[in-house]
């Protein structure tokens, strides 16, 4: 611009412009770069945002909008709801909108849309603004989140949780859930028929409502439970009605959100309570007589000697043998002899005060304990009430027979402070009572030696019998009950001196056993039988053989070492060797017990627990014991098929053992009805006169020909 011919207020006035025009450019500039950045912050956003005129024509969208949509800003722009969604959608969405612009006010919802096809559902929120131009303008300004995920994430949760409500609510045991202090939260349905409580009036009360602990044993527990994060015990449960019942309870934690709360699954376990209260009364008390057995008289003279006594308190043991019995129970059976022991049961009951004690030791021998005595004779009149007592002849199968029976008495204190001591003591005086003519008794003392020599003089044959193999085995059969088919043989050992009557184990075991030399017997015993059964295989007849271990064997750290060499030397296959061991035997040590079963089952062979119901078992080891089989004792067996209590309990002993996967053998079959009865319940096998008696070499090898095919 030519300036020469421009005055000073022109040049003024055309600077003052040029400054004007730069100003509004960099104005200008400032705004679209400010509309840039606005396009790009709401671009940016991961919602849909859009601005609708009072007709609802969009007028801008951001770029999420628009790929939502699937189409550019410019194709966008004009559209409606009516052309996204279905009609009755669409005209929703309409109403909100007009709505809106009456209200002026922010409105949001949450909107299930069927967008294109496809169900979903947003977060949808709406308001008027206004945009001050050349004229006042009002758009609606609106935004949508996608919140399809999360919907659904809800609905399956809640799915979730209502079918999880179900299953607990179907659940046999009682759910809990509860705070810190105790407080119940939840329950299921379980839990309000078990305790006879409505579930509202449940979530009124606390843990302590319903559980028979102190406030110190439940604060125990929750600490344990902190501890250790879950744990279990055993207590009794409060019914509405005052009444209790036993539960196994395990409390765990649980994390909800940000509290942590107690979830309890209590099982009623009243029915495990009573086979369990059965089981212990059959581990203490004798089956045939119903009297303590020797379990019970140990624990109580354990208990007796550890606690503090008066230093003139006195205790009698006295130990009873019925004279001449085994005559009775070979001429007239098992059976007669079993009604004999319970008739002298009932007797010598009658004979003692309300204060004594009165057992079965086992066989034929009685214990009877007499506390707080102030001198002997109170003894001795308790022994010639006995005397009197017996001299009742007993009926028995039509006939009457006189029993007497010889009694050595032990002291305490003096004659022994344990109770080996105490029955040995007693059983050298009960033996002296034999030799002076029976139906007598006798007091122990330091003199008396006779009776402990002659067992000397047995030991020294028994030792000798060993070199000489006097020792002979003869063999019962063992029938399948479901198939009538033999199985197997039991190994039974019989001494046979040179030029004298055969002598059964009930006369020589305990001996050896007491002496030892019960291991080299047998030793053996497994040897021959492991023989005699591989010449039964070698000759086609593929049974299997039982053998009976005795606890010392049991105890012997190289009795797998042994019995691996037998099976060796022998030739026999393992797995037709069973070996058989009492309950008490296998109880004495569980732990070691269940290692060295462990050790015998790797060998292939199958473990049997005899006498089953005569001893003490905790199932929870019985459970971890490797065995393959339990056998009924037969005094379950001799009238169970009238006899209702021993019939419950024959059938508990199969069920239990089933349930546990093993095999039952019932000892002591003697007739068609015992055998009928345990076909009924499902027994496996069995195992007596009925089936076969034990034979020798010979003469079972003629049986093995006529019944195994």
């Given amino acids: ?118 169900e979903g559902y947003v977060y949808t929120g709406k308001t ?5 131009d050349e004229i006042k303008k009002e758009y609606l300004l609106g935004f949508a989140l996608d919140i399809t995920d999360r919907v659904k994430a809800e609905k399956k949760l809640k799915e979730s ?62 600490e344990k439970v902190a501890q250790l994060k879950t744990y279990n015990y055993e207590h009794e449960m409060l019914r509405k009605d005052g009444s209790v019942f036993p539960a196994d309870t395990n409390v765990g934690l649980v994390h909800i959100g940000d509290r942590t709360l107690y979830l309890g699954l209590s099982r009623d376990i009243s029915d495990r309570k009573k086979v369990e209260k059965q089981i212990e009364h059959m581990a203490y008390h004798d089956p045939l007589t119903g009297l303590p057995n020797r379990w019970y008289i140990h624990t109580y003279i354990k208990s007796y000697l550890t606690k503090e006594r008066r230093q003139d308190e006195k205790l009698a043991f006295l130990l009873l043998d019925l004279d001449h019995f085994k005559v009775i129970n070979d001429s007239l059976g098992h059976q007669a002899g079993d009604l004999l022991l319970q008739q002298v049961a009932k007797r010598l009951h ?21 506390p707080n005595l102030k001198d002997h004779r109170e003894a001795v009149t308790v022994c010639e009430k006995i005397m009197k007592a017996m001299e ?25 402070e344990d109770i080996h001591t105490l029955i040995q003591n007693a059983d050298i005086a009960m033996y002296r009572s034999k030799e002076q003519g029976r139906n007598s008794f006798r007091f122990f003392n330091k003199v008396m030696k006779e009776s402990a020599k002659k067992r000397m003089e047995m030991e020294i044959s028994l030792r000798q019998a060993l070199e000489n193999n006097e020792f002979i085995l003869h063999y019962q059969p063992k029938l399948n009950i479901k198939t009538s088919a033999v199985y197997g043989m039991e190994a039974l050992i019989r001494w046979q001196p040179e030029d004298s009557k055969l002598i059964y184990p009930g006369q020589f075991i305990e001996l050896a056993e007491e002496t030892g030399l019960i291991i080299p017997m047998g030793e053996w015993v497994l040897r021959e039988a492991c023989k005699q059964c591989k010449m039964w295989h070698d000759a086609g007849y593929p049974l299997t053989v039982s053998v009976n271990l ?133 027994c496996d096998a069995a195992q007596g006169y009925f089936v076969g008696k034990p034979m020798g070499e010979e003469l079972i090898l003629d049986y093995i020909k006529k019944n195994t095919g």
């Fill in 128 to 132: 008027i603004i206004s945009i001050e």
């Fill in 392 to 416: 009742e002849p007993f009926f028995i199968e039509g006939q009457n027979f006189k029993v007497s029976t010889s009694i050595g008495i032990s002291i305490v204190p003096g004659h022994g």
């Fill in 350 to 370: 009658y004979s003692i005060g309300e204060n004594d004690t009165l057992a079965r030791l086992g066989g034929d021998e009685f214990i009877i304990i007499l």
């Fill in 161 to 222: 949780e209502e079918l999880f409500r179900k299953l607990v609510d179907q659940a046999a045991d009682s759910f809990f859930l509860s705070n810190s202090e105790g407080k119940i939260i939840d329950v299921n349905t379980a839990a309000c028929n078990h305790l006879g409580y409505s579930r509202e009036e449940l979530l009124n009360l606390s843990i302590k409502d319903i559980v028979s602990l102190s406030a110190d044993g439940l604060a125990d527990v929750y």
């Fill in 550 to 682: 005795s606890a010392q064997q049991f105890q012997k750290h190289d009795l797998t070492e042994l019995i691996a060499k037998i099976i060796v030397e022998t030739g026999l296959n393992p797995d037709a060797l069973e070996l058989e061991l009492t309950e008490s035997t296998v109880m004495k040590e569980p732990k070691q017990a269940a290692y060295m079963l462990q050790q015998l089952k790797e060998l292939g062979v199958s473990i049997s627990i005899d006498d089953f119901g005569t001893g003490f078992s905790s199932l929870s080891y019985l459970n971890q014991f490797p065995i393959d089989t339990l056998k009924i004792d037969r005094s379950f067996i001799n009238d169970a098929h009238e006899n209702e209590a021993n019939q419950a309990i024959a059938a508990a002993i199969i069920s239990l053992a089933h349930g546990l996967g093993l095999g039952v053998v019932a000892e002591g079959v003697e007739n068609e009805e015992q055998l009928r009865f345990l076909k009924l319940k499902q």
């Fill in 1 to 118: 611009m030519d300036t020469g011919m421009q005055s000073p207020r022109e040049v003024e006035l055309n600077k003052r412009i040029e400054e004007l025009e730069k100003r509004e450019a960099e104005l200008l500039l400032q705004l679209r770069t400010e509309e840039k950045l606005n396009t790009k912050i709401l671009d940016a956003l991961p919602i849909n945002i859009f601005l609708e005129d009072y007709e609802g024509r969009t007028v801008f969208a951001n770029k999420q909008a628009c790929d939502c949509n699937g189409l550019t800003s410019e194709e966008l722009v004009g559209k409606t709801v009516f052309d996204f969604f279905t009609k009755p959608i669409a005209e929703k969405v309409r109403q909100d909108d007009l709505h809106v612009w009456e209200t002026k006010q922010l409105f949001t919802k949450e909107v299930m849309t069927d967008f294109l096809g496809q």
